[in-house]
């Protein structure tokens, strides 16, 4: 690793179990709770008829977007009115108390109502009423990863830096954005006609980049306003369109930070505050009028960096979401921080359409050097004391273990050894089994003057956290990463001397991104499909927050917004592609790192995004990955996906297409794709049947692989599938 001395305003949320499982790398450290449950007192009522996103007949733009200026969708609407009108008359005629707050037409057709006592099943009885579901809540899912999505390289398809992401519009449904911290605020740009848009009140609350200012709040009508109060929304923001070249000042031990750039730097933003004030938690009402306001708003692509559990197919969030992206709005929305398990990415990542993030691990983290002879060392910081002022001591392995011993007891500290074992040492010490606190514990009353706890995963190491016990050691501590196990403890084995300096923190330059974060949501989603679609990084992630600082947070809060910049860039350079073009694109050209250590599209989608490819792609695939689902034992069953080919490259191409399984439980599953070529000319289509087949005698279990198809002149494609032997009574999850 080397060192780059560089600012960050606040430490890393702290990880507070040390024994990792099989593939997680790191735990989410957002800070702010994810929270499912019902809305106690609220409810949605959905009407049969389809909003104006499934109406078949409602007027769109070439790129799919829904043109709210046609008559006939005019007329639409007001018909829809006329009968949520029709359902109010109902309410009264009935005597029930409960009372209409939201109306919906576009992403929903139906009402948010407030109980008043009423029950959802004596609202089941309204006319025109197809549903009705307990409305729920939700909460946030919480510099160098521009690089690591190739931004830079994508910036010069659109015209430059200085014109990436200008006049694509990016709604935020978050905590707020502050429209007023130098990464947001670019006064070279000129709002769109019509805009800025905002409630009464909020005008404030925009600016020349920040274009809409709403607030959503079942409650006290004006309780709330738009102004962020929490970081969450300002950092997604920063993430997304930050301006080009920003400087992070100067902050106590940290030095200024030049060059932070946002993905699509001269984007415009809007302000969908579903979380005002100091608000932990957002209702599935208000969340869906913020989606519906931003469709209707003109918004080419919305970000929600939320998640509220797994609800079922029928959510009515995922529902909207959905929809959402019918409407011609590209969707990006967080996978979910309940990983490394099973069947965990949350709604509304669960959206078909949508395209869900799952995050990848950054190229850097900030810590202190651990100086040793000639080798500097990045350590990660955490709760603990951190060599502040710096400690120059010899270094001893654990009760003087040998260098080459391997992570085990012996080494881990988690049983104390007698008083004075280390006295005046840095003590190496791995990380299993015991809290950070035990170990710390043990080599203070061992007489160490301080600890290096090494990291038993790959990837960069952990911010430390305390275990909350009564008895916490002020011993200093830092986390070394796993790569550097056997450097420091040949070096400990000799007792050689070291210097550990927390007076200033630095950036660590790593070799590390792209691991899986192991907090990152896993598929499959519900009816088995798969779930996430793609990564982006979502640890250690540089940006904005309130009052013009700067922060590192991590969670597939942090990946999402990455997946919203990319889809505005290459709506830029493409403004007539479809949501489903621009995932299959994202998709389609993503990179499978051998250091995410899985290729199972449950896991991981198609792979990182890498941009620059993106931006070249000489084809686009529809749907961009292949569900499915299950196959009973013993079925001898087949199942076939029809996938659409476009010809992106501008000329005619020849394409050739391959399916194969990479990985299976058992030989016995086959995949096939006809035709295997095919001439398009610019701009055509033609359609791709891929068939999975599967012998009587396959083993039960998962099975995937991949869609290739390569054009005459250019870079491959590729969209991957899976499949399930398995029995099931239904649909649910896979175990």
């Known amino acids: 690793m080397t060192m780059n001395r560089r600012f960050f305003s606040g430490l890393l949320g702290a990880i507070f179990s ?65 009968a949520r009108n029709d359902f109010r ?8 108390l409960a009372q209409v707050i939201r109306e919906y037409d576009t992403v929903l057709n139906g009402v948010a109502v407030q109980l008043n006592g009423a029950s959802l099943d004596s609202l ?46 990016i709604g935020v449904l978050d905590t707020g954005i502050d429209q007023t911290h130098p990464f947001l605020t670019d006064n070279t740009l000129t709002p769109p006609a019509g805009f800025p848009k905002f409630d009464p009140g909020n005008q404030q609350f925009t600016s020349k980049k920040v274009i809409v200012a709403r607030v959503y709040f079942t409650g006290k009508p004006g309780s709330f306003t738009a102004q962020a109060l929490q970081d969450h929304g300002t950092h997604v923001s920063g993430t997304i369109a930050g301006v080009n070249g920003t400087t992070a000042p100067a902050n106590g031990k940290f030095p200024a930070v030049a060059g932070l750039s946002g993905v699509a730097p001269k984007a415009f933003l809007g302000n969908y505050n579903v979380f005002p004030g100091q608000t ?19 918004m080419d692509v919305i970000n929600m960096s939320l998640g509220g559990g797994i609800n079922g197919f029928q959510d009515q969030l995922t529902v909207a979401s959905n929809r959402a992206a019918n409407a011609g709005v590209v969707v990006a929305i967080a996978a979910g921080n309940s990983g490394p398990g099973v069947n965990t990415v949350e709604s509304p990542g669960q959206a078909a359409d949508a395209i ?54 012996a080494t881990q500290a988690c049983t104390p050894v007698p008083a004075g074992t280390h006295t005046g040492r840095i003590v190496v010490i791995d990380r299993g089994t015991c809290t950070f606190s035990t170990k710390i514990r043990n080599a203070r009353d061992a007489g160490a003057s301080g600890v290096l706890v090494v990291n038993n995963a790959p990837g960069d190491p952990a911010a430390m956290g305390q275990d909350g016990t009564a008895d916490q050691p002020a011993t200093s501590a830092v986390m070394l990463a796993q790569n550097d196990r056997g450097a420091i403890r040949s070096a400990a084995a000799t ?27 896993r598929g499959p989603a519900n009816l088995l499909d798969i779930k996430p679609d793609v990564c982006a990084p979502g640890v250690n992630v540089l940006s904005s927050v309130l009052h013009g600082r700067f922060a590192m947070f991590q969670g597939t809060s942090m990946a999402t917004p990455h997946v919203a910049g990319s889809s505005a860039l290459l709506l830029q350079l493409h403004p007539d592609w479809t949501p489903a073009q621009v995932k299959g ?51 001898g069953q087949s199942k076939t996906i029809s996938v659409t080919l476009t010809n992106v490259s501008g000329a005619s191409q020849t394409y050739t297409a391959s399916a194969a399984v990479t990985v299976g439980a058992s030989t016995g599953v086959a995949a096939s794709v006809s035709p295997a070529s095919v001439t398009l000319g ?54």
């Open 18 to 82: 040390t024994a990792l499982c099989a593939g997680t790398l790191v735990n989410n450290s957002d800070g702010l709770p994810q929270a499912t449950g019902v809305a106690d007192g609220y409810a949605l009522v959905i009407f049969s008829q389809p909003p104006l996103a499934d109406w078949p007949n409602a007027a769109r733009y070439k790129n799919g977007k829904l043109d709210f200026t046609a008559g006939a969708n005019g007329q639409y609407q007001a018909s829809l009115a006329h």
């Open 89 to 96: 008359q109902w309410l009264k005629s009935t005597g029930l």
């Open 124 to 169: 089941k009885a309204g006319p025109g009423v197809s549903l009705v579901e307990p409305s729920l809540t939700y909460a946030p899912t919480m510099n160098r990863s521009v690089g690591v999505i190739n931004a830079p390289a994508a910036w010069a398809a659109v015209g430059g830096v200085a014109n990436a992401g200008a006049g694509i519009k």
């Open 280 to 298: 932990a938690n957002a209702t599935s009402h208000d969340i869906a009028q913020a989606i519906e306001d931003a469709v209707k708003d003109g």
């Open 356 to 409: 869900t993030a799952c995050a990848s691990t950054n190229n850097h983290f900030f810590g202190i050097p651990v100086i040793v002879a000639a080798t500097t060392f990045g350590a990660a910081v955490g709760d603990f004391s951190a060599f502040d002022p710096a400690v120059t001591a010899q270094l001893a392995n654990w009760n003087n273990t040998a260098s080459g011993l391997a992570n085990g007891a």
């Open 495 to 521: 007792n050689a001397s070291a210097t550990a300096n927390g007076t200033s923190f630095a950036e660590v330059l790593t070799n590390n991104e792209n691991f899986l974060a192991g907090f990152s949501s």
């Open 585 to 635: 694109a994202l998709v389609g050209t993503a990179t499978r790192d051998a250091r995410l250590a899985t290729t199972n599209p449950q896991n991981i989608g198609g792979g990182v995004i890498n941009l620059a490819a993106a931006t070249t792609a000489k084809a686009v695939l529809e749907p961009a990955t292949l569900s499915f689902r299950k196959i009973e034992p013993g079925s």
């Open 682 to 735: 610019a701009g055509e289509s033609a359609t791709l049947n891929v068939t999975v087949n599967a012998d009587k005698a396959a083993a039960s279990g998962q099975y995937w692989g991949r869609l290739t198809v390569t054009p005459a002149t250019g870079a491959a494609v590729a969209a991957p599938f899976w499949v399930a032997i398995r029995t099931f009574t239904d649909a649910g999850p896979l175990q």
